[in-house]
Every structure is written in C-alpha cells, then in structure tokens.
C-alpha cells in the first residue's frame, strides 16, 4: 500500500519511472471514459431530474455500467480484453455525450449546447493528462475531508 501511495504522488507530480507509459494509456483511452463520467457526475448533482429522465437514462446508464463491469472485471480478464473493452468504451463517449446533450436541450430548453459543452471541456481540461487528473482528484478528496 505504501508503494501505492508513492506511485500516485509521482503520477501526480509527472515522476513515476513509467510516466511516459502511463501519460500514453490514460491519453489514448481512458481520459475520455474518466472525464465523461465525471461529466455525468457533475450532471447528476446539478440537473438531477433530468438526468432521472427515462429517455436520458437510456443514454448514459449502459454505458455507465458497461465501465463498471469493466473496472470490476480487470482482475479477471486478461490485459489485452480489458485494453480492448476500455478501447470500446473509450470509442463510444463522444457519441453517449453528443446524444446526452441533445436530449437535455431537448427536454429542458434553457439549456443550451453550448454551455454543457462548455463544462464537459472544462471537466477534459482539468484532466489533460495523468497527471493532472491524479492532482484533481487528490484535490477532491482532500477538499471532501475538509468538509467533514
């Protein structure tokens, strides 16, 4: 676990011997699952009844439990199926969030495209790499804990 711990602070501060690798992975396929889900996330904090909506439930519930199943199946599958269903996944968020945005402008039109667009990029900016993502979430959980 302390070793864990030490890897997360280099991924953090772009040190971790493979942080080359890392940057690659995350760039080229996570990055893209990690920050629609915290779109989601941010959505359903702020747009509850909407994102309860059956319609946009159809939307983004599979592919959310599809990433579920995913992260919880890494253990069990091997590397390159679990590179390939992330690499699926990875390849289906732009159409899950494009189909997002539609229905909620739809069903609500004080909202526009623009502005969720707007907050989906600024979720993609603060992520940008590794790196940035491991800091945004430690920030995150140390703002959490402050809270308490």
């Known amino acids: 676990e302390a070793n864990a711990g030490r890897d997360y602070i280099l991924s953090?501060?772009?040190?971790?011997?493979?942080?080359?690798?890392?940057?690659?992975?995350?760039?080229?396929t996570i990055k893209t699952i990690y920050c629609l889900a915290l779109f989601l996330k941010r959505m359903r904090s702020v747009r509850k009844e909407d994102m309860d909506?059956?319609?946009?439930?159809?939307?983004?519930?599979?592919?959310?439990?599809?990433?579920?199943?995913?992260?919880?199946?890494?253990?069990?599958?091997t590397k390159d199926g679990s590179n390939e269903q992330l690499q699926e996944l990875a390849n289906s968020s732009s159409c899950i969030l494009s189909r997002l945005v539609s229905k909620l402008t739809d069903i609500d039109h004080t909202l526009r495209t623009d502005q969720l667009l707007h907050e989906y990029n600024r979720i993609s900016y603060?992520?940008?790499?590794?790196?940035?993502?491991?800091?945004?979430r430690w920030l995150l959980l140390l703002n959490?804990?402050?809270?308490?």
């Open 126 to 136: 603060e992520n940008c790499t590794l790196a940035n993502a491991c800091l945004q």
């Open 53 to 77: 909506n059956d319609q946009v439930r159809d939307i983004w519930c599979p592919w959310e439990t599809s990433v579920e199943e995913t992260l919880s199946n890494t253990t069990t599958t």
């Open 12 to 28: 953090c501060i772009g040190m971790h011997p493979h942080q080359l690798h890392l940057e690659s992975q995350y760039s080229t």
């Open 144 to 148: 959490a804990n402050d809270i308490d």
